[in-house]
């Protein structure tokens, strides 16, 4: 295993390790068929609130600010989260609503702020510090990560903003030699 490969690992391990939420396969998968119905529907949102929805999507833009390159908040990361959490993952819901709750609670205390979204950035930052071992943060940590670089009809990654951020291409069959193993491979060990 390379280094790299190593480094990637620890990242997805580090950024799941305390999670309220692991995502599988058909999770992913109707969260996607959920995407699909909201966006031909038309409605914004199926599981949170609109007040909800603005918290969250304000707590997904500080894990992954905006600034030379789009974060969270361009790739829509708050309609994937509303869509893992109103399917296969509702479980997560209740403790999520919580832990928002929770946070807004400390916004009033410690700035005196009604929302957490309508404080500046360096506050904003320093209360999610203060729970950032927390399974409410490790899990919105987990779903923003998902659905910037998850496909765009799971919800989130907004015409493939999280994939151009990372270099990947989108495409639907690639052709050979992949790499250096599959070029021998393909050669006959040549």
Excluded: C
């Excluded at 031909?40 to 894990?63: K, M, N, V, W, Y």
């Excluded at 893992?84 to 819901?93: C, D, H, I, K, P």
């Excluded at 987990?142 to 493939?160: C, H, K, Q, V, W």
């Amino acid at each position: 295993m390379s280094s790299h490969e190593s480094s990637r690992r620890a990242f997805l391990k580090t950024a799941t390790q305390h999670s309220l939420i692991l995502l599988s396969l058909p999770a992913m998968l109707s969260a996607r068929e959920q995407a699909s119905a909201v966006q031909a529907s038309g409605h914004a949102f199926t599981t949170l609130t609109d007040g909800e929805a603005a918290e969250l999507a304000a707590i997904a833009a500080r894990i992954i600010p905006t600034d030379d390159t789009p974060g969270a908040t361009e790739a829509g990361v708050i309609y994937f989260i509303d869509q893992v959490l109103g399917t296969s993952r509702a479980e997560v819901l209740a403790p999520i609503r919580e832990g928002l709750a929770t946070l807004q609670a400390s916004a009033r205390s410690t700035y005196g702020a009604s929302t957490f979204r309508g404080l500046e950035p360096a506050k904003q930052d320093a209360l999610l510090q203060a729970i950032e071992t927390t399974p409410f943060f490790e899990t919105m940590r987990y779903l923003t990560i998902a659905g910037m670089f998850s496909r765009p009809e799971y919800g989130g990654n907004r015409d493939g903003v999280g994939w151009r951020l990372i270099g990947f291409e989108d495409r639907h069959m690639w052709q050979p030699p992949f790499g250096f193993y599959d070029a021998t491979q393909i050669s006959g060990g040549r």
